[in-house]
């Protein structure tokens, strides 16, 4: 297999395009109802070695009296190249566009209405703050209620200094001093500050009275615009990194513009995503536990404006049973409210599914708004909500086969069902067959703390092999360990079965989408019980697929999912063939003093973390006894490891510890360096050189 062949195949998924973001609006006719639905667009473009994104308009057409049922759909506009937008949002009455754009260096707040360019004002210029805030973190752009005014997060500047009783700069004299920041992902954002622009004047001022110990983010005018919501996140006695970890602490503020800051969440807990329903009654917010498992499965918590009062809306789901409601574990998408202010829309992992569900504040009621996830012959594995606007959903569909999809439709009112309708096909879809396996542990490997527990894993492999009769198999294992590998679209995967090979993606216990019991399962047991899951899955494939070659299987996998990949190579070396593994963590005592996430690292292996922990001989025996290095000696497979200069999460000089101790061994080994890539590894070149090298090792040695 040529290396022209191998990329060209990657082009062909990878350069698919993904609908990140929608937006509705709506207009009445004498007789009809007018929909405008516009959808932000993601595709990799490998020639320039970057992603691009492009906007695409549809109209849709509704009768007055029937609001519920789309008569048409008009074909689509053009494509429109969107270029340095950071953030943007729609004004609620007037249909005022605000964007905050990256171009020459300088960050800009343009205002953009139906004539054209409204409004531009240099932000950068006007040196009032550092960069704006484009992450999902603590990013957000928002409207007062007058239309007058925007709310948004950005760096605290760090230019104001002040002179000492002898003339010297403080900034000179701490030019040195180190600053903290949020560490992977989120490099040099330290200090964020809230700010409001007054559209009418021009003028930016700081909201200065937030707790000096809270970081804060996620903000959004409360009704009347005296005040603001956010999420402050706690930054003493130090900063803790927040990617992918959904248990710091923080909590909900209210904060009056006269300078009144008001804490509306309990203490010693992380809560995210506040959202103000459409009658500016209710607040409803995520809520979880503080350390403990990175990721967790959340409550949903409604604040009544009015009384004070807090309540549960979803509680924890401990273990769902087949076919219900397992629980939130993603962010809220900015519109998630119906019209009427009393349901929520949602999407979520359910054991191998990503689905949609509404839940009705009144009956408290979850209801899935896909197919059932107990229907394997359901088209589409994966059910993304993007926006729901004046009752329409815009969602995004896929499934390993089939590439994302945009599909639109009404919330059904009770006892209905929605009425998809397609508005964006793929360009292609692929001859790949996919099933779902469910996967029992034996008595042997069941967790006596959390005994019963299943798991479950997606194969996908070629409809008609390419050349033999029995099929190479590649064990892909996710990272996290709290993640999913839902039955959506995967790049890698659909990469790897177009040139021939099977894939199977492994949920082991641990994985999101099993119910809270299912991740805490996995607490002291890393190295253990999610290495026999994957074999165990790997074994339960091979006894039900005989076109799967038992000769013939390698592991892949990044983060945790190199540190199973790792592991398994180590614990059955006569099993595996090849291995692939991206910052993979090897050996858990030496990363301790090096990730953002130090807490991780106690709690992975069983032990509890404070922020004063000093380490002892025997949690760093601990930490060894877990890791993939102490199994080092035992490896006979090819290892290619690919590693980010930058990654803060896990230490590229993880990779290398076991890069040397195989060198040692003249044991076959190859390093990929990516010196300006993170942890996730997500340039553009990045990935296309990863999935080139992998398949070329895969072809080498099996």
């Known amino acids: 297999m040529e290396p022209t062949q191998i990329t060209g195949g990657y082009a062909e998924v990878s350069g698919l395009p993904t609908p990140i973001s929608a937006r509705v609006s709506e207009e009445q006719l004498p007789e009809l109802r007018v929909y405008t639905v516009t959808a932000e667009w993601s595709q990799s473009n490998l020639v320039r070695g970057s992603r691009v994104h492009y906007t695409q308009q549809w109209t849709l057409i509704a009768d007055s009296n029937d609001r519920r049922s789309i008569r048409a759909v008009l074909p689509p506009r053009s494509c429109s190249p969107v270029s340095g937008e950071l953030l943007s949002r729609l004004s609620p009455v007037r249909g005022l566009r605000a ?32 960069r704006v805030y484009d992450d999902a973190q603590f990013g957000c752009l928002s409207w007062s209620d007058c239309e007058t005014k925007l709310l948004y997060v950005a760096e605290k500047s760090k230019n104001t200094s002040t002179e ?24 040099n954002k330290s200090s964020p500050v809230m700010c409001v622009v007054n559209l009418q004047n021009g003028t930016v001022s700081l909201l200065q009275d937030v707790l000096p110990d809270v970081s804060p983010g996620q903000a959004l005018w409360a009704p009347g615009s005296q005040s603001v919501f956010f999420v402050g996140w706690y930054h003493e006695p130090f900063r803790l990194g927040l990617r992918f970890c959904s248990n710091r602490r923080s909590a909900l503020f209210k904060l009056d513009l006269d300078g009144h800051c008001e804490c509306l969440s309990g203490d010693n807990l992380s809560v995210s995503c506040p959202r103000l329903s459409p009658d500016g009654s209710t607040l409803i917010y995520l809520q979880g536990q503080v350390f403990g498992p990175h990721n967790q499965c959340l ?55 990503k689905d949609l569900f509404m839940v009705d504040r009144r009956s408290k009621k979850v209801t ?101 009769a029995r099929i190479p198999l590649v064990v892909f294992i996710h990272g996290g360990p709290h993640s999913q590998f839902p039955a959506e679209w995967n790049c890698t995967t659909a990469g790897l079965t177009k040139l021939g090979f099977a894939v ?73 063939r090849a291995c692939a593994a991206r910052n993979p963590v090897i050996n858990a005592a030496t990363l301790l003093g090096t990730s953002d996430i130090v807490d991780w690292r106690y709690t992975s292996v069983g032990l509890q973390y404070s922020y004063d922990q000093i380490p002892t001989p025997e949690a760093l025996a601990v930490m060894l006894e877990k890791s993939p290095i102490t199994h080092a000696a035992q490896i006979k497979a090819p290892v290619l490891l690919m590693l980010g200069g930058r990654d803060r999460r896990v230490s590229p000089h993880q990779g290398l510890e076991l890069y040397k101790a195989l060198k040692s061994r003249a044991s076959p080994v190859r390093l990929l360096w990516f010196a300006e890539d993170g942890h996730s590894l997500s340039r553009v070149d990045t990935q296309v050189d990863c999935f080139l090298n992998t398949v070329m090792w895969l072809n080498q040695h099996l």
């Open 299 to 353: 409550s949903l918590q409604q604040l009544d404006l009015r009384s004070g009062k807090t309540s549960a809306l979803l509680d924890v789901v401990n273990r769902p049973q087949t076919g219900e409601f397992a629980g939130v574990y993603e962010a809220l998408p900015s519109r998630c409210w119906s019209a009427d202010s009393q349901r929520v829309v949602f999407s979520s992992a359910c054991r191998n599914w």
């Open 504 to 576: 199977l993606m492994v949920n082991y216990r641990g994985s999101t989408g099993f119910g809270q019991d299912s991740i805490l399962s996995l607490i002291g047991q890393i190295g253990s019980q999610d290495v026999k899951d994957v074999q165990r899955a790997v074994l339960t494939a091979l006894h039900s697929d005989l076109t799967l070659d038992p000769e013939r299987l390698a592991v892949i996998g990044g983060s945790h999912g190199g540190f199973l990949s790792c592991h398994l190579v180590g614990q059955y070396p006569d099993f595996y």
């Open 99 to 130: 964007v905050i754009r990256e171009t020459g260096g300088c960050q800009l707040l343009e205002i953009w209405d139906s004539h054209g360019l409204r409004k531009c004002l240099n932000l950068t210029a006007l040196n009032k703050h550092g």
């Open 164 to 187: 000492t009783h002898d003339g010297e700069s403080v900034s000179w004299k701490d030019r040195s001093v180190y600053c903290e920041d949020w560490g992977e992902a989120l490099t």
């Open 368 to 468: 899935s708004l896909s197919d059932s996830p107990s229907d394997l012959s359901r088209v589409y594995g994966s059910w993304k909500l993007l926006t729901v606007q004046r009752d329409l959903m815009v969602v995004c569909c896929s499934s390993p086969n089939t590439p994302p999809t945009l599909m639109v439709g009404f919330l059904p009112s009770a006892g209905e069902a929605v009425t998809w309708r397609i508005l964006q096909q793929p360009v292609m879809t692929f001859d790949f067959h996919w099933t779902v396996l469910d996967v029992k542990p034996p008595p042997e490997e069941d967790n006596t703390h959390y005994s019963g527990l299943d798991f479950s894993a997606v194969l996908v492999k070629p409809s008609r092999p390419l050349r033999e």
